[in-house]
Nanobody, 121 residues
Framework: QVQLVESGGGLVQAGGSLRLSCVGS????????MGWYRQAPGKQRELVAA???????NYVDSVKGRFTISRDVAKNTAYLQMNSLKPEDTAVYYC???????????????WGQGTQVTVSS
């Protein structure tokens, strides 16, 4: 079994910063891509940022220049540094990882439980 545990969410004023962490544990042979998604009330879950094992990144347009995704491959950990936060960034943030559990090259997607980020105006 694989677990992803997020931390670092909270309440912050507009313009402030937060850093989210996602740690993978359990039966992990390797992790390919890791990503951060978010879901605001009444809205669909959207991809915020993703990073490959090689370090290639992509971001949704609304966070470019403000958010930075990074990872520590050896620690099965991903981070999301969020600066210049806006009220519209308020959402539950979820970590996602594509995990090879057996070393076969077959990837399965896993999700964390989510962490709440609330940005007040």
């Amino acid at each position: 079994q694989v677990q992803l545990v997020e931390s670092g969410g909270g309440l912050v004023q507009a313009g402030g910063s937060l850093r989210l962490s996602c740690v993978g544990s359990g039966r992990i042979f390797s992790i390919n891509a890791m990503g951060w998604y978010r879901q605001a009330p009444g809205k669909q879950r959207e991809l915020v940022a993703a990073i490959t094992s090689g370090g290639r990144t992509n971001y949704v347009d609304s966070v470019k220049g403000r958010f930075t995704i990074s990872r520590d491959v050896a620690k099965n950990t991903a981070y999301l540094q969020m600066n210049s936060l806006k009220p519209e960034d308020t959402a539950v943030y979820y970590c996602n990882a594509n995990v090879d559990v057996r070393g076969s090259g077959w990837m399965s997607a896993y999700w964390g439980q989510g962490t709440q980020v609330t940005v007040s105006s």
